[in-house]
């Protein structure tokens, strides 16, 4: 398991393929696996891939503090540092798309275009926790569907829920029906700022979008809980194509990962100057 010291921290990592690079970030309490699952394989064939831990998860160092987008774009700019990946393309998932983002606000020369899978951000946590947020609902649902029974005060906890699924089997994926190794990622959100942090937007603002001329392709499930969060970040950003990916909850790798893999790979083999037209969105399909 390689390891490189990179912002006063050991990041897991793994570099895999030749060619341009790609750097693939995953989401809130998940890991660099989402990746390998189905993913990796396949862009390691064109691409230079580079997955790893963010900060606190999988096999990267867990620190009391420093998970706020801005930390976290930190982490990945002297990670990119210390493995001499100069302007890669990159993609992240949900809280992953987020750092991305934040990336691209503050070092625009360093990345050349950004596939955000479902970003939420902190800007709009606001609306999350509204409790007629679909999102309650949705997850009150899944948590249902493995034979508990959420107490009405509890279903708009997002902490009580939080706890609640690390008790229950795996959702999505191959390994649907696991069970989670659940006392790390307990401790994480027990023991860390890592919850505050996620709600923090320092300069990743609503208004901030409009500075961002990073390519972006923004891709959502047709069926997800974030969907609210794309208009929002969609009409901001000044240089923004969507995919809409049909049926997807919210977790395209595990869920839609041969779709997701052909959208991705689609955004990733354009030029930046033959890219579709801005505010273009399309309804993903695979080519037969």
């Known amino acids: 398991m390689p390891k490189i ?16 690079d790609v750097v693939l970030l995953h989401g809130f309490l998940g890991n660099l696996a989402v990746w390998h699952l189905y993913m990796m394989p396949i862009l390691r064939r064109e691409f230079r891939v580079t997955t790893y831990d ?27 540092d210390a493995l001499k990946i100069e302007k890669p393309a ?7 798309a987020d750092i ?6 503050k070092h625009p020369e360093r990345v050349d275009r950004i596939l955000g899978l479902e970003p939420g951000l902190a800007a709009l946590v606001g609306d999350r926790k509204d409790p007629n947020w679909i999102g309650w609902k949705a997850w009150v649902e899944k948590l249902e569907e493995s034979g508990i029974t959420v107490p009405e005060d509890k279903k708009a906890d997002a902490m009580y829920l939080l706890q609640l699924s690390l008790e229950t089997p795996k959702f999505y994926g191959p390994a649907r029906g696991l069970p989670r190794n659940r006392e790390p990622l307990l401790k994480l959100i027990r ?5 505050e942090d996620y709600e923090t937007e320092d300069e990743l603002t609503l208004d901030s979008l409009k500075t961002i001329n990073t390519p972006v392709e923004l891709v959502y499930g047709t069926k997800s809980h974030f969907l609210p969060s794309w208009e929002p970040i969609k009409n901001r ?8 990916l049909p049926g997807g909850e919210h977790f ?15 955004f990733l083999r354009t030029p930046i100057d033959e890219l579709n037209p801005v505010g273009q969105t399309r309804l993903a399909s695979l080519e037969k």
């Open 5 to 20: 010291a990179a912002n006063g921290i050991n990041i897991h990592y793994i570099t895999a393929g030749e060619g341009p």
């Open 237 to 244: 950003l000044p240089n923004c194509q969507s995919v809409l």
């Open 90 to 96: 990159l993609m992240g998932h949900s809280f992953g």
């Open 252 to 266: 395209g790798p595990l869920e839609l990962p041969e779709l997701l893999t052909e959208t991705t790979l689609k």
């Open 100 to 105: 991305c983002l934040y990336f691209a606000l």
């Open 54 to 80: 963010l900060r606190g998860h999988g096999y990267s160092d867990v620190t009391p503090t420093g998970y706020t987008p801005k930390n976290m774009a930190e982490d990945l700019l002297r990670l990119m």
């Open 191 to 195: 023991e860390t700022t890592l919850i």
